[in-house]
């Protein structure tokens, strides 16, 4: 078996779009209050995503 590399060129263009520019982190009294409101709807995903976010905020290294 041979592996062959698929060029996937679209992938490329969202790849290098995406690392032109930087994200900005988000607030962490902004992420805080977005979570309090998700909590008093009950919105379990929301919570969720706000908490992955809040550790983002806080967090030094931005990265994988």
Same mark, same amino acid.
């Given at each position: 078996m041979s592996a062959m590399k698929v060029r996937r060129p679209t992938e490329?263009? &969202?790849v290098a779009?995406? /690392?032109r520019r930087a994200r900005p982190t988000p607030s962490l009294?902004?992420?805080l *209050?977005?979570?309090t409101t &998700?909590?008093?709807m009950q919105d379990r995903?929301?919570?969720l @995503? @706000? *908490?992955c976010r809040a550790v983002r *905020?806080? /967090?030094l290294e931005v990265g994988e």
């Open positions: 490329e263009a &969202a779009a995406a /690392s009294p902004a992420v *209050a977005d979570m &998700a909590h008093r995903e929301g919570i @995503l @706000l *908490a *905020a806080t /967090s």
